[in-house]
């Protein structure tokens, strides 16, 4: 028989990770994983910006006129913020990923949410917008966390490729995102990864995430999938929640690609 703070224990680990994962994951409840609109595609990229593939990315959406959304780390935003800038110029969304790559349920809620704090911080003195939208490192949420919906948007994905392994990237990526997108029966959120310098991930599987990419992109080209932002997404209603920022952004009134950046003026 288990003893009584045997039970306390597995009902707090029940709450605090396996709720949230249910509510987010399985009942698709209090984050965007997919869109309403088959035709609509929105590519997502994680754990950059990266000084070197960062830019080839941008490059290939330009391209391809593709708008998409990245979810950066803080800290690589306060190093590259030339590549924040570009972004926010190439009229991309630009969301939170941590400060650092941690894993939301073994890190305190409270440096938590000191750190995306410091990261929304971050973007908004590059950019002069206030990030909105958040995805956890590994899209894994404490029951902490839900507090948080109160500022954030949470993002998942309905598509991944595994391209954080070369193999996977090099091998099976272009053939899985396309029939991922093309069977789908609601709009693609593509998870995908424009750094591979994150634990687990190998170091240069972005360049091969970008060849698959340009492929897909290319095989693509005539379909009726148009590509958007996360924000432009027609969403179900139960992936609609409204934020309130304690630090709306008034003084940047909208200014999407018009705003010069306090940092780099
Ligand atoms: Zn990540």
Redesign the pocket.
């Known amino acids: 028989m288990l003893d009584l703070s045997t039970y306390i224990i597995i009902t707090f680990v029940l709450l605090y990770v396996i709720l949230p994962l249910v509510l987010t994951r399985l009942i698709g409840v209090g984050a965007i994983c997919k869109g309403a609109d088959p035709q609509e595609v929105s590519f997502t990229f994680?754990?950059g910006p990266d000084p070197v593939y960062t830019p080839l990315l941008l490059d290939l959406m330009s391209k391809h006129r593709v708008k998409a959304t990245f979810?950066v780390l803080g800290e690589k935003a306060e190093q590259h913020p030339e590549l924040i800038l570009r972004m926010q110029q190439d009229g991309h969304l630009i969301g939170i990923?941590n400060y650092t790559?941690k894993m939301n349920i073994l890190t305190p809620p409270w440096v938590v949410r000191r750190e995306l704090e410091r990261s929304a911080n971050a973007i908004e003195a590059i950019t002069g917008e206030r990030p909105h939208y958040y995805?956890p490192?590994?899209g894994i949420l404490s029951l902490a966390d839900l507090l948080l919906a109160k500022h954030y948007k949470f993002a998942l994905w309905s598509v991944m490729g595994f391209d954080w392994r070369r193999n996977s990237a090099e091998n099976n990526l272009k053939d899985t995102l396309l029939r991922q997108i093309t069977s789908a029966s609601a709009g693609s959120v593509v998870l995908l990864?424009d750094c591979g310098n994150?634990w687990g991930a190998d170091p240069d599987a972005p360049k091969y995430m970008l060849l698959a990419l340009e492929s897909v992109l290319n095989e693509l080209k005539n379909s009726k999938l148009h590509y958007v932002r996360l924000d432009e997404m027609t969403l179900t209603l139960s992936e609609v929640h409204v934020v309130h920022d304690d630090h709306e952004v008034s003084a940047f009134p909208d200014s999407r690609n018009e705003h010069k950046s306090p940092l780099l003026n």
Request: hydrophobic share 20%; charged share 30%.
């Open positions: 994680d754990d979810f990923h790559h995805r490192p590994w990864h994150t």
